[in-house]
């Protein structure tokens, strides 16, 4: 094994600082403060499991996504928030900003729950053009369609849902209830119509509006000159839906040029199921097709009873929801984002003061795979620029014959991205193990099966799993090898494994809780040798 040892020298004093500073964090040390850290690192509870890369709130419940829109310069995240406690409930929208997608600033409450409503999911446009009347031409204002669900006393059926619509003239500061709410409903109401996604249709000249009949698998979609005054378009639904019992969420109809080229432009129906995933539980799995302005049509679906990994989905791992596209967004980037957990045991979840946090952020494009449009993922050049500033190590080669090998010291951390290739060869199975303990015991598994052609995540031995019976232990996608190769980047965070495949063909997200020393990377091949190349280590922890 040959190691580029460049820059060694910095790695180890950066890490050790840094190490040093956490461990006072962890104690609670008066120093720590004086020091400068985040408050978040100075907080009883479990420091040790405080995202770095990936937003949460300082405290409290945090679940689905919100209101993803971008504006001068600044991304606005809304969410799913409990201001009350650590569990769901009080449902209200949370709201950070960003200028670059990774560094959160936590903002405060944007829509609180009241005496007659919560508020659940919705999103967020720039009234460029002030069709709402609502601001004016020289302050355009932020409108937010947001799905209220009533309350006793409310004039309004307990626990019936319906569209209603709030406003920004501010540029985000306060947010203003519409005094005619709601501004859609069903007749009768219904307690699972919610989640309403707004776009400007350019091509209609019109706002294009995406809500959900959760329990009866029904996306609706609907049309508006002034985001106010609603008109119903069409339904989106298949026959014989083979997971019955589940919950269709959170919808978003965008469109992709297919391969670069804007004159093959595709439409892309995404639509969040709970249960059912291609992992268990939560998952977000999405539709390419035409819309014709009023309909939206798949090109194909899997046939009536087919196994979950006939769908596509967007993401093969337990802990992708909710996912949803960021509106008015520059040079017409799309750039989805997801909630980082599973509701088959988000609630048991162990840390605290809060309990949520988001995946990385993703540009989506839709490639021809195997014959098929298939959208692919990558994290966005803000993140791609913290790589490329971070402190490297880089292992050209690694030959290993039915065993396991640790990386050097040098490469330990417990925030990182790891990049390599994999030549699994004669081996049975070939992958690397992250955060791991130093005896072996601990760590999450990232292998290639050579015989059943997938990629899976094991983290059955990852760290904390008792905290819920439902924290499922593997997630496989079937991904067939290119040229006997296979390239990957993992995101290693402080709660959180994400992996990216074949350049975004392919990408598994799970939480993982694994103790603070289990910062270590081995590479093992199983019955058989294998080769691994290119590998590239960088501690994200120093240069964020």
Same mark, same amino acid.
């Given at each position: 094994?040959?190691?580029?040892?460049?820059?060694?020298?910095?790695?180890?004093?950066?890490?050790?600082?840094?190490?040093?500073?956490?461990?006072?964090?962890?104690?609670?040390?008066?120093?720590?403060? &004086?020091?400068?850290?985040?408050?978040?690192?100075? &907080?009883?509870?479990?420091?040790? +499991?405080r995202s770095l890369l990936h937003y949460t709130p300082q405290r409290n419940w945090m679940n689905d996504l919100n209101g993803l829109v971008y504006y001068r310069g600044i991304y606005h995240l809304f969410y799913q928030y409990n201001p009350e406690g650590n569990v769901w409930g009080n449902m209200s929208w949370g709201h950070a900003t960003s200028r670059n997608l990774i560094d959160w600033t936590e903002q405060p409450v944007a829509l609180a729950a009241n005496r007659s409503e919560e508020v659940f999911s919705g999103s967020v446009?720039?009234?460029?053009?002030?069709?709402?009347?609502?601001? =004016?031409?020289?302050?355009?204002?932020?409108?937010?369609?947001?799905?209220?669900?009533?309350?006793?006393?409310?004039?309004?059926?307990?626990?019936?849902?319906?569209?209603?619509?709030?406003?920004?003239?501010?540029?985000?500061?306060?947010?203003? @209830?519409?005094?005619?709410?709601?501004?859609?409903?069903?007749?009768?109401?219904?307690?699972?119509?919610?989640?309403?996604?707004?776009?400007?249709?350019?091509?209609?000249?019109?706002?294009?509006?995406?809500?959900?009949?959760?329990?009866?698998?029904?996306?609706?979609?609907?049309?508006?000159?002034?985001?106010?005054? +609603?008109?119903?378009?069409?339904?989106?639904?298949?026959?014989?839906?083979?997971?019955?019992?589940?919950?269709?969420?959170?919808?978003?109809?965008?469109?992709?040029?297919?391969?670069?080229?804007?004159?093959?432009?595709?439409?892309?129906?995404?639509?969040?199921?709970?249960?059912?995933?291609?992992?268990?539980?939560?998952?977000?799995?999405?539709?390419?097709?035409?819309?014709?302005?009023?309909?939206?049509?798949?090109?194909?679906?899997?046939?009536?009873?087919?196994?979950?990994?006939?769908?596509?989905?967007?993401?093969?791992?337990?802990?992708?929801?909710?996912?949803?596209?960021?509106?008015?967004?520059?040079?017409?980037?799309?750039?989805?984002?997801?909630?980082?957990?599973?509701?088959?045991?988000?609630?048991?979840?162990?840390?605290?003061?809060?309990?949520?946090?988001?995946?990385?952020?993703?540009?989506?494009?839709? &490639?021809?795979?195997?014959?098929?449009?298939?959208?692919?993922?990558?994290?966005?050049?803000?993140?791609?620029?913290?790589?490329?500033?971070?402190?490297?190590?880089?292992?050209?080669?690694?030959?290993?014959?039915?065993?396991?090998?640790?990386?050097?010291?040098?490469?330990?951390?417990?925030?990182?991205?790891?990049?390599?290739?994999?030549?699994?060869?004669?081996?049975?199975?070939?992958?690397?193990?992250?955060?791991?303990?130093?005896?072996?015991?601990?760590?999450? @598994?990232?292998?290639?099966?050579?015989?059943?052609?997938?990629?899976?995540?094991?983290?059955?031995?990852?760290?904390?799993?008792?905290?819920?019976?439902?924290?499922?232990?593997?997630?496989?996608?079937?991904?067939?090898?290119?040229?006997?190769?296979?390239?990957?980047?993992?995101?290693?965070?402080?709660?959180?494994? &994400?992996?990216?495949?074949?350049?975004?063909?392919?990408?598994? =997200?799970?939480?993982?809780?694994?103790?603070?020393?289990?910062?270590?990377?081995?590479?093992?091949?199983?019955?058989?040798?294998?080769?691994?190349?290119?590998?590239?280590?960088?501690?994200?922890?120093?240069?964020?």
């Open positions: 094994m040959t190691v580029n040892w460049a820059g060694v020298p910095e790695v180890w004093r950066g890490r050790f600082l840094a190490a040093l500073a956490f461990a006072f964090a962890i104690c609670g040390s008066s120093a720590a403060a &004086e020091n400068g850290l985040p408050k978040s690192m100075r &907080e009883s509870g479990t420091p040790q +499991w446009v720039v009234d460029s053009h002030n069709t709402s009347g609502l601001g =004016t031409a020289a302050v355009p204002p932020l409108v937010a369609l947001y799905t209220s669900v009533y309350k006793t006393g409310s004039g309004h059926e307990p626990g019936g849902q319906a569209q209603s619509l709030a406003y920004s003239t501010d540029e985000d500061k306060t947010w203003r @209830r519409y005094a005619h709410n709601p501004v859609l409903t069903l007749n009768p109401e219904s307690s699972h119509f919610r989640d309403p996604k707004v776009s400007w249709y350019a091509r209609g000249g019109y706002w294009l509006m995406c809500a959900v009949v959760a329990d009866v698998h029904v996306v609706k979609l609907y049309r508006s000159s002034n985001l106010i005054d +609603w008109t119903f378009l069409s339904d989106f639904t298949l026959p014989d839906i083979p997971h019955h019992g589940a919950l269709w969420e959170i919808p978003d109809l965008v469109s992709l040029p297919l391969d670069g080229n804007p004159a093959k432009e595709k439409w892309v129906m995404i639509v969040n199921v709970n249960p059912w995933s291609i992992a268990g539980g939560s998952g977000a799995m999405y539709f390419v097709g035409r819309f014709d302005g009023t309909r939206f049509v798949p090109d194909e679906v899997a046939p009536a009873g087919s196994d979950a990994s006939r769908w596509q989905w967007l993401d093969h791992g337990a802990d992708y929801y909710a996912a949803g596209t960021f509106s008015n967004v520059p040079d017409r980037k799309t750039v989805a984002i997801g909630w980082m957990g599973n509701w088959d045991y988000a609630n048991d979840v162990p840390t605290s003061p809060w309990r949520g946090a988001m995946a990385l952020p993703r540009e989506l494009a839709l &490639e021809t795979v195997a014959g098929r449009p298939q959208l692919v993922f990558v994290p966005t050049e803000s993140y791609a620029s913290l790589v490329g500033r971070s402190p490297t190590t880089r292992i050209a080669q690694v030959g290993l014959e039915s065993s396991t090998q640790a990386l050097p010291a040098v490469t330990r951390g417990v925030v990182q991205n790891i990049e390599l290739t994999i030549e699994p060869g004669g081996a049975h199975r070939a992958g690397l193990v992250v955060r791991g303990s130093a005896d072996g015991t601990t760590g999450t @598994r990232i292998f290639y099966d050579s015989e059943a052609q997938t990629l899976t995540i094991d983290r059955s031995h990852a760290g904390e799993t008792s905290f819920s019976p439902a924290y499922s232990p593997q997630h496989i996608v079937n991904l067939p090898l290119h040229d006997g190769r296979l390239h990957l980047r993992v995101v290693v965070d402080r709660a959180s494994v &994400e992996v990216f495949a074949e350049h975004g063909q392919a990408v598994i =997200t799970d939480l993982i809780l694994p103790a603070l020393e289990d910062d270590r990377i081995s590479l093992f091949a199983e019955s058989g040798g294998a080769t691994f190349r290119d590998i590239a280590v960088s501690d994200l922890s120093l240069a964020h």
